[in-house]
């Protein structure tokens, strides 16, 4: 039996990966569960999985969680803490699904208790790449991505050298404003902004979809992932979502990871790992798909993009600002207190401020400059949004 966690399990990337374990249940030995506020779900499937422990991010919850397990023999917890000391008891396989900046510090605890960690959770490279890479090397942990690109580049060099590698290209839907013309971005509702064409996720990663945030911060991910210089990775916008990635090598050869836009297989493959199995994801068949189609990511519909490439070609510490500034100008935009294109001009403000205040932070990675500097990117990103408010 396998011993495996799932770290934001009431989330899409958690759901998906609990219907792949229930496919399997008699092979897995669920210890923990974790989710936030839907305490319900939470509990269901803690008693479905006879988990160890579940736990709430949210200390308040902590009574409406145990009384949801009563008598299910299953333990209750919560707070971020929690979630750290549930981390280190001992699995063999985690899930890293917690969304923002928040599922850094279970993730690191996973490593170290050596866990191979399936990172779905783009944010801890991006904040702390250099540090979670040194913490599983440390502990001889393995790191598995999940993101569907990074699976695709990953499952692309396998049997391949390193240094026979080119390029890198992660695929963009374009988002739910893809087509829109650009003058009416600034319109863009929330409920406009949280629906996808092709991907069903969470919320935040959807709306993330439409400003190219996400692929932002995707390309970061790839440097720290894979180790490659950034000129080597590019971006292109592909709207049928068919093709995850592709990697390029030094003969000209294009290897393109293809399939069905379901994250089952990306955490599969992970879950999985070394060896394939058979999946429950739709087969594609071309003859329907007909065509696929490419095009260049337009500068002006995403400006996030450009941030994002200066970030990583700065590298240390300015993944955590930017990816910090982001989830507080996202929260704002979700609060409805500022416009869609408002944040990435946030962002921009967040990141100009950062450079121009050289020596404020210590650059030294550690886990303590990590969160000072996420915390200090978020009081920015506030104050940057109360000076345009008045
Ligand atoms: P989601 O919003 O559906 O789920 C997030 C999970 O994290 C939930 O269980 C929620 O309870 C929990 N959570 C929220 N705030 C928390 C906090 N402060 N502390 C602890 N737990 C908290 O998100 P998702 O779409 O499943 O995405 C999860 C992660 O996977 C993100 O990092 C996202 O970028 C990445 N990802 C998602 C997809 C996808 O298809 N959904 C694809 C690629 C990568
Ligand atoms: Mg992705």
Not at 307 to 326: D, E, H, I, T
Not at 358 to 380: F, I, K, N, S, Y
Request: proline share 4%; hydrophobic share 45%.
């Amino acid at each position: 039996m396998r011993r495996v966690s799932i770290f934001g399990a009431t989330g899409s990337i958690g759901q998906n990966t609990i219907d792949l374990i229930r496919n399997a249940q008699a092979e897995y030995d669920v210890v923990v569960l974790t989710g936030g506020r839907n305490i319900a779900q939470l509990a269901k499937d803690a008693r479905a999985l006879n988990a160890d422990v579940a736990v709430t991010a949210f200390s308040d919850l902590l009574e409406d969680l145990r009384a949801a397990l009563a008598g299910s023999g299953v333990e209750a917890s919560a707070g971020p803490e929690a979630l750290v000391e549930a981390a280190s008891r001992p699995a063999d396989w985690v899930m890293s699904a917690i969304v923002g900046a928040a599922g850094l510090k279970p993730g690191l605890a996973a490593l170290e208790q050596g866990a191979t960690l399936a990172l779905a959770n783009k944010e801890s490279l991006v904040c702390a790449g250099a540090l979670v890479l040194e913490t599983a090397r440390t502990a001889g942990a393995r790191l598995l991505p999940v993101d569907s690109e990074h699976s695709a580049v990953f499952q692309a060099l396998i049997g391949e050298e390193l240094d026979t590698v080119e390029r890198i290209i992660i695929t963009a839907s374009g988002g739910a404003f893809r087509d829109w013309r650009l003058e009416d971005l600034k319109d863009a509702t929330l409920a406009q902004a949280s629906s996808h064409p092709n991907w069903d996720m969470g919320q935040r990663i959807t709306i993330d979809s439409a400003s190219m945030f996400n692929k932002a911060l995707e390309l970061i991910e790839t440097k720290e992932f894979f180790g490659v210089s950034p000129e080597m990775i590019e971006v292109v916008v592909h709207p049928e979502s068919l093709i995850h990635a592709m990697v390029g090598f030094n003969d000209g050869a294009l290897m393109a990871h293809v399939g069905p836009p379901d994250m089952r297989h990306a955490i599969g493959f992970a879950l999985n790992w070394p060896k394939r199995r058979t999946l429950p994801v739709e087969r594609l068949d071309l003859a329907t798909v007909g065509e696929m189609t490419f095009r260049a990511p337009e500068e002006a519909r995403y400006p996030a993009l450009r941030l994002g490439r200066a970030v990583m070609n700065r590298g240390g510490l300015s993944g955590a600002v930017f990816n910090g500034a982001k989830e507080r100008a996202l929260d704002a935009f979700l609060a409805g207190r500022i416009g869609f294109v408002d944040m990435a001009e946030i962002v921009e403000d967040v990141l100009t401020r950062f450079e121009a205040e050289p020596g404020l932070v210590d650059e030294t990675m550690t886990l303590e400059t990590v969160m000072q500097t996420d915390h200090l990117a978020r009081v920015w990103a506030d104050s940057a949004m109360e000076k345009r408010a008045g």
